[in-house]
């Protein structure tokens, strides 16, 4: 993850964050981010900092968090859905893929 203090002009890395490849930012409530493995963390600080939230033991596809809590991340299964921030999921919906 990079960020920037002038407005987007230069970038430097953020030291410590996890290898996030989803990222979904809600209008109240955490930065949620997902690694490629399935791992589900949130910052209640803009990014500085990230606590574990949950191992979904599956590869994500895409994620987003609609705020009060609510966060969905679709995998190659099927759709998890979190009421809680991303401590714990649910099955949202399962694929039907042979």
Avoid: C, H, N
Wanted: hydrophobic share 35%; glycine share 10%; proline share 8%.
């Amino acid at each position: 993850m990079l960020r920037s203090v002038d407005q987007a002009k230069t970038f430097t890395p953020v030291v410590g964050t996890p290898p996030l490849i989803l990222r979904s930012w809600p209008d109240d409530g955490p930065l949620i981010g997902v690694t490629p493995t399935g791992m589900v963390y949130a910052s209640q600080d803009s990014g500085a900092t990230w606590q574990v939230r949950r191992d979904l033991g599956e590869r994500p596809q895409a994620v987003e968090s609609a705020g009060r809590g609510l966060v969905f991340v679709a995998t190659e299964k099927g759709i998890q859905r979190s009421t809680d921030s991303g401590t714990t999921f649910e099955t949202f919906y399962t694929f039907d893929a042979p």
